[in-house]
């Protein structure tokens, strides 16, 4: 094992270690990227966290940092640098929450994905078993990285054997790699001490010892590395070696997909809101496309001073298209102005079913998604009872052989393709003067008597003298004749 089996000997043998590999992913601006992220126009925003009785930078955008804001700034000098800078408190809870979700998002990748509380922020998915499915861990490094990026969130990534050498090796550099665990073991040997998830006194004794290297830590003996440091050290440092198991229990997936985000600046009407909202429906979407899930209804409450604003979407074709979905909002939401500011929204998926893809039909690619993208408009902007379908029912008379239908619902009934689709309101009087039409091309229709709207009627097609067909047919009490649609 070279310079690992020189310092410890050949006892620390890589057959006590488990056979894994473990791809980590570091958010290294996490807390100012999901801030930069609802915003509709960049403006510089930092980060601040009290520090006993003052407050100090902990991160910034790219504005800020162009401006010369940098962490462990106090506000004050922050903003007499730059007026303009907008500070906000951290919120770790709401960074913890993006981070069980985005953990759902992993699980595309490998059957195990872990939280890494001790390098907050930062997630571990196992990938032994499944890097081959995606090209190898490049393909779902390449892949991850433009999840992220698509999401508007900096994000680093380490391979390692272990989950928490992976995500040291994440926080060192982007995409810091160690395939094998005897690489792995002469590696993390070079490790910073610094980059060491330890209690902020046992850091600054090692630096006061003088000890800047994880190999320095290694050939301390064990007891008084222990009595000095306490047992957690030297188990943390087996952990990242790979020498004991690091065993971590495997993040759920969450049983609702929703989501909640306090808005950057306070909002009164759709404009103020679209933005963010487009940025969760691109998350929440995301989360039904790793379940294999579609929306059928979806749920947005407005968070305001007091109380709340809830408004409903329901659909009729479930959908994860957040473009789409983000049209029909608008749509619904327009003209529809707050009450009072709103501080922060909540959405949520609310019907959720099994998701099978598009099947090919009669349409060509993506007309007919496209047609029932611009009906759920209609429904949206209109109201639910506006926009409908058509669908046949069995029944002789044709003025009573359809019946009105929510758009793309299934009818058992069948059409009778010898007849016109537009029929007009009421049948329109005709000259009697018509050619008579051979006996072998009339429908005869007779029937109704039990509803005491009977009809006895021979229909025909004539053709007009432009090449158009209508649908005529003759009274048989009266002999009269009648125009009742037309083909297309």
């Known amino acids: 094992m070279g310079c690992f089996a020189a310092i410890f000997g050949p006892s620390t043998a890589a057959s006590r270690c488990i056979d894994m590999l473990w791809l980590a992913l570091h958010f290294p601006s996490l807390g100012v990227d999901l801030l930069d992220r609802l915003l509709p126009e960049p403006v510089p925003v930092a980060l601040v966290d009290s520090a006993g009785s003052r407050q100090r930078v902990m991160q910034m955008n790219a504005l800020a940092h162009e401006a010369g804001i940098r962490p462990g700034m106090g506000t004050a000098a922050a903003l007499a640098l730059l007026p303009t800078l907008r500070l906000c408190a951290r919120d770790r809870a709401g960074e913890m929450a993006h981070l069980r979700r985005w953990a759902a998002l992993a699980y595309a990748y490998g059957p195990q994905v872990v939280l890494l509380p001790e390098c907050f922020p930062a997630l571990a998915l196992e990938l032994e078993g499944s890097a081959h499915l995606f090209a190898g861990v490049e393909g779902v490094a390449r892949r991850l990285r433009r999840l992220f990026q698509d999401l508007g969130v900096a994000v680093q990534v380490g391979i390692a054997p272990t989950p928490l050498g992976a995500a040291l090796l994440a926080q060192r550099q982007d995409h810091g790699c160690c395939i094998t ?29 003088g000890l800047s290297q994880v190999k320095a830590l290694w050939v301390i003996p064990r007891k008084q590395l222990s009595r000095r440091f ?259």
Request: overall charge neutral; glycine content about 8%; proline content about 9%.
């Open 181 to 209: 665990l005897e690489q792995w073991q002469r590696d993390c040997l070079d490790l910073p001490i610094a980059l060491l998830p330890l209690p902020e006194a046992t850091r600054r004794d090692l630096a006061a010892l």
């Open 230 to 488: 306490g047992p957690s050290l030297g188990q943390l440092l087996d952990r990242l070696a790979g020498i004991t198991p690091d065993p971590r229990p495997s993040l759920a997936f969450a049983p609702k997909v929703a989501m909640t985000v306090q808005l950057p600046a306070e909002a009164e009407s759709w404009p103020g809101l679209r933005f963010a909202l487009r940025r969760v429906l691109q998350d929440l979407c995301e989360q039904l496309r790793v379940r294999a899930q579609a929306a059928q209804a979806w749920r947005l409450q407005l968070i305001l001073p007091e109380g709340q604003m809830t408004f409903s979407l329901s659909l009729r074709r479930p959908s994860r298209d957040a473009e789409a979905l983000l049209a029909l909002w608008q749509s619904h939401l327009e003209g529809k102005p707050s009450t009072a500011p709103i501080r922060a929204l909540r959405l949520a998926a609310v019907d959720l079913t099994a998701y099978d893809g598009q099947q090919q039909g009669w349409w060509e690619e993506g007309q007919e998604e496209a047609l029932w993208s611009f009906v759920e408009r209609l429904r949206a902007r209109l109201g639910d009872g506006t926009v409908a379908g058509v669908a046949p029912v069995a029944e002789h008379r044709p003025e009573r052989a359809w019946r009105r239908v929510a758009p793309g619902e299934v009818s058992a009934g069948g059409g009778n393709a010898r007849r016109p689709l537009w029929l007009l309101p009421a049948p329109l009087p005709l000259p009697a003067s018509l050619p008579a039409p051979p006996p072998d091309q009339l429908e005869r229709i007779e029937g109704g008597w039990w509803d005491g709207r009977d009809v006895a009627r021979d229909y025909f097609v004539l053709r007009r003298p432009d090449g158009s067909r209508c649908w005529v047919y003759r009274d048989l009490r009266s002999g009269g004749y009648f125009l009742h649609g037309y083909f297309a």
